[in-house]
């Protein structure tokens, strides 16, 4: 077995007696949307530093824990807090928590995050379904020897993106009178926010929001067989899109601002997904 599937087996062993139920879908909370953790009904909570071998996020606004608890009858596990490339930790690190939430059990994993909008249509507020990503500019998490219990050596990347999950993203947010708009999710490493020049670049490259996580978990995802979707939430326009410079505060702000909308279609996506799941077994 390579290191690095004894450290997530070891993480896992770790963790076992603590989790309360086999979670069906896995949820990673984005900057400023830590939130929805708090007010669900919660089994357990574990944090990232009772967890051996696991690595401790550093983020202010992000609280490092796993929380498992029912949405809508939904066994979830939520992560309240994600690791970031930018804080210094490897890429196997960085998705370790992804592969983890996979041994539990998780069949899906809904990623959201706070995102710089690029597509000139967009405005702060907005969210963004992901409907394909570029993570050229990171480390590929997969590099090095494949974790053969995992998944295979070369994976397909056709569709990170489930379309059935797309739907269901699409048909949720029409019911609930939200605006959903959808495109490509580009991560770049961070943690300073891009120049003008470099968003130029990520327009250019098809992207229409930018941020400085996901894509490296949603490859991870792909690979150990969940299937991924994701949402961000458009904090802020990029820089050079409009002229203001940026700063956390603000993009802080506006996921709170965003936050009661965002959590009535994360609850009922997630029960309509749960549906899917059993469907699927039976
Ligand atoms: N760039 C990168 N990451 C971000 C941004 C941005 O403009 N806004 C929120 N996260």
Redesign the pocket.
Same mark, same amino acid.
């Given at each position: 077995m390579s290191p690095a599937e004894e450290r997530l087996n070891g993480c896992y062993e770790s963790l076992a007696g603590r989790i309360p139920f086999q979670p069906k879908v896995a949820l990673v909370l984005g900057?400023g949307l830590g939130g929805f953790a708090d007010e669900m009904q919660q089994e357990a909570a574990v944090a990232y530093g009772e967890i051996k071998g696991f690595p401790v996020s550093t983020v202010p606004g992000h609280k490092g824990r796993f929380v498992f608890g029912s949405v809508h009858g939904v066994p979830a596990v939520i992560m309240q807090g994600r690791v970031h490339y930018y804080e210094g930790y490897s890429m196997e690190d960085v998705v370790l928590p992804v592969r983890l939430m996979r041994k539990m059990g998780a069949d899906i994993l809904f990623l959201t995050n706070? *995102?710089?909008g690029i597509n000139a249509g967009f405005r702060p507020g907005d969210f963004m379904m992901i409907t394909d990503q570029i993570g050229d500019f990171v480390p590929s998490p997969l590099r090095g020897p494949n974790l053969d219990s995992l998944g295979p050596r070369f994976c397909d990347m056709s569709q990170v993106y489930d379309r059935e999950l797309q739907a269901v993203l699409r048909k949720t947010a029409g019911e609930l009178n939200i605006t959903l708009r959808e495109g490509v999710y580009i991560q770049?490493p961070?943690p300073s926010?891009?120049t003008p020049a470099e968003v130029r670049m990520c327009r250019t490259l098809g992207a229409d929001a930018?941020?400085?996580s996901t894509a490296c978990e949603a490859a991870a995802a792909v690979h150990c067989g969940l299937r991924v979707c994701g949402i961000s939430c458009i904090?802020?326009m *990029?820089?050079g899109i409009t002229d203001r410079p940026?700063s956390h505060a603000e993009?802080q702000q506006a996921a709170d601002e965003a936050a009661p909308a965002f959590r009535q279609l994360l609850e009922c996506s997630i029960r309509k997904m749960g549906e899917l799941c059993r469907k699927g077994a039976d």
């Open positions: 900057s706070a *995102a710089g770049l961070g926010y891009e930018v941020g400085m904090t802020n *990029a820089c940026l993009v």
